[in-house]
């Protein structure tokens, strides 16, 4: 082993790119067991951006996914000691499947760089914390500045994704090393090998997590991420969706699955210096770091077979570092449609070769050989864009237009975005859920009868559904797969059922949910205006449907007719109420006598029809009358029992307000009762309450 003794805060390169001697009695087993080990050295050191590169047992450079140099444990342990190589494990192109417990999943690698003091058993808090989060295998890294956990998961294999910290808090003291100033997390499950050195952190088993659970793992990364000031994963792609596309390169460029484009490689001049130049800029701008491989393996010969006697590491390391700089400053250019037109120009080109794609099912639908749910699978991996063809995608595309205000095209195209969860938000509550402009407050349609939903909590309910519907969606996309023949399809399938089970988890966020809500109140759909609530004057709601006070019958209850307002009452046509009858007549008498200890009453039946139709007229939303009655009298008279009974069985019709809500100076309010008390004593005893 080698043993560090760096104090200095300027640490030495050299030193910092030690490699240590793996301690296999750490390693788990399931690791330990396996055949696809390797030997790796760091190249180009000098230049400050030294790169790990697979070896084999000469020194020669070789790709993780070489079998020849693929060995055991014990003999990539061995040559340390012989020629000091570290040992890794290699990932190959599509994943390495591992089994654990009864179960089968790929090796994921959770790779923290920056976050441990250099040459110390301390993490930072952020490291700390995750890595209890994580709770599986955990190894210091070969540079002593971070570290690696292993997981096993059912989740498909994705190459690199990085998310990016704000600095670290060691960088004051270490300021040479570049890790602490670019704090990152990276993780990945294929198309690249694992650095190995056995010096674990806690015990050295394995866990395994479900597709769900590292989706949310990564989610809870990407928070803490941004939340400390980092980038995260930036603003491509969903935090949950860990691929390749679009996070490492550029997400407007069709890439070539790894044969195919080793194979379109192998017919591209590599000793021409502009055909060398253009493929750096292709490969950095369509496949963005996971381009250097293949350009390595491109520049070096290892493509055609042929090895190019002036290859220089170094120069083809800048030259692709240059590449990606030039990508940043300038993203739209060559890309995988370049390299192929520049394979094809070559007259040894096969011209029936047939090209596979990271979205082959794109091809499938292109070429009209895909059997299962079409529309499915396309609307989930390109929106209603539909099939891609990549000779016409090598660019971005320009948006559309909106040709009118009552255009719905644009609303109901289902995606994963915040509007495509509010297009299937639409289609899922079908009108039942609707946004008050005016009032800022949502209504709801809930047994058989619109209502105020004042906190949300009824559209929150509603909005979960979207997650509901993204997870049913996977489920079938996992069905179509089961019965698709071509490997490839299937394999496209799958992953738009992956795609749909992570966005399914982010519809249950509270980010995604606010902007569910937020986004749907500006969709026109959702949106009436209040003077469409209640809008008959002549229809009264009621308990069980609504009356038309025109004719006095019963009818159900109308979605389109927006009775917001209901009373508590069950109406029944044939229902009799002797007693309120009774009252009416007892407050609409004259003054009454005792006769026989029973209380005698002059009745005016001419002031009780009135009064009853006065609060008839009270239950319309009826005012061309430009009346306003007042209930007046010394007390004791029925005045508030009448009223209060109205109020109870008129329900969200009545309010009550204080007299200074029409009177605001309280010498008019003084004058306004003389007045009444005067025109009361000028009215005929008959008419008087």
Known sequence: MTILTQSSNNVDQFDLYAIQEPLTVNIPDELAQQNNWLNWKYTDIES???????VNAQGLLRGYNDTSIHTNLKTARDRFKTKCYGSGIS????????GLGGQVGYLWCIDFDGFAKYNEPIVDDDGFELMNLLSSYTEISPSRTGFKTFLVSDKQPTTKSKIEFSPSEYLDKYPSISKYEHRAIEIFSKGSFLTITGDAVGGKDLRFVTTVDLDSIITIINSKAVAGGGKGLGSVGSVASVSGAGVIGNASYSKLLPASLEFVLRYIDNVDEQAW??????LARAYGEDGREFFIDYSSGEATGEVYEGFDLGVVNARFDRALREVARKPDGFGTKH??????????YPRDTSLQYEDALANAFAKGTYSGNSDYARNELFGNEGARNDSQREGPQPAGKLTSIQDLTMLEQVDNTDAG???IFWKLTTGDVRYVLERKQ????????????????IVHQKMLLVSNYHKQKADKFYKDAEVTGSPEQRK?????????????????????????????????RFIINAIKLDSDPRILGVANGSVDLRTGNLRANSRDDFVLKRSPIRFDPNAHAPRWIKFIDEITSSAYRVTNDKPEFTLRPHLASYLQKVLGYCMTGLVHEHVLFMAVGRGANGKNVLLDTFK??????????????????SSVWQAVKRLSVLACQSLPHHLQI
Request: hydrophobic share 45%; net charge neutral; glycine share 6%.
């Open 648 to 665: 109870a069985v008129s329900g969200d019709y009545c309010e009550t307000i204080t007299p200074e809500g029409v009177i605001v100076k």
């Open 339 to 348: 390299l192929i037109e520049v394979a094809q120009a070559n007259h040894a």
């Open 48 to 54: 400050g951006k030294p790169r790990k590169c697979p």
């Open 421 to 423: 969860n509010v297009a």
């Open 442 to 457: 949502w209504i709801v349609w809930v047994d058989n009868c619109w209502q105020l939903d004042a906190g949300c909590a």
């Open 492 to 524: 496209m399938i799958q992953r738009a059922a992956g795609m749909s089970v992570k966005w399914s988890i982010q519809c249950r966020n509270k980010a995604r949910l606010d902007a569910m809500l937020g986004v749907a109140q500006r969709d026109m």
């Open 91 to 98: 990932l190959h192109e599509n994943g390495l499947q591992v």
């Open 277 to 282: 130049s253009d493929t750096a800029n292709a």
